[in-house]
């Protein structure tokens, strides 16, 4: 697929798309859903691989990358996720000037659990889902969903993506 042909399916410019490639970008988690898709392939397979079968993340360790490619977007920082790894583990954290984006989907299940604050989780076609501190849910990942943080206080949530890896396909 041409870097033209995956920008136009990923809803980015192709000069992104040549940045992501040379490492001069890095993308927002949204951007990184919207190319794994446009490419068939999971998340986690964009990621580096990780050369052992333990991981250690200590606190404040882990890049953490902005939801949406916006500058007052939510951060999330991987925990856990890598090429042929089921599960995709992250800390989200939004303050109250920060958004945690627009409707997404993907392949696979989804956990979301409320360390600290609380958000509102909106599965399309659905009643909104309020969450507070303590309270989780789970649902399926393919269901467009949002995620709107309510009240006044910052929130913290761990998320946990789970999705049978695809096949790699080498050519």
């Given at each position: 697929?041409?870097?033209?042909a995956?920008?136009e399916r990923?809803g ?5 798309i ?36 333990t ?8 890049a953490a990358?902005?939801?949406e ?8 920082r991987?925990l ?9 583990i992250q ?26 604050g609380?958000?509102?989780v909106?599965?399309?076609?659905r009643?909104?889902?309020?969450l507070g501190?303590?309270?989780a849910?789970?649902y ?16 913290r ?5 789970a ?9």
């Open positions: 697929m041409s870097a033209t995956l920008a990923a980015v410019s192709q000069p992104y040549s940045q992501l490639e040379s490492g001069k970008a890095s993308p927002s988690i949204n951007t990184l859903y919207r190319v794994a898709n446009a490419l068939g392939v999971t998340p986690q397979d964009l990621l580096p691989d990780g050369d052992d079968t991981v250690v993340i200590r606190a404040g360790q882990g990358r902005p939801i490619d916006r500058p007052d977007a939510a951060l999330a991987f856990v996720g890598s090429p042929d790894s089921i599960l995709q800390e989200v954290t939004v303050d109250p000037d920060q958004d945690l984006g627009g409707y997404f989907d993907h392949d696979g299940e989804e956990f979301v659990h409320v360390l600290d609380a958000i509102s909106r599965l399309q076609g009643s909104p889902i309020d501190h303590g309270d849910v789970w399926q990942a393919t269901t467009p969903h949002q995620w709107v943080r309510t009240g006044d206080s910052p929130a949530l761990l998320v946990v993506s999705a049978v890896p695809r096949p790699r396909t080498h050519g």
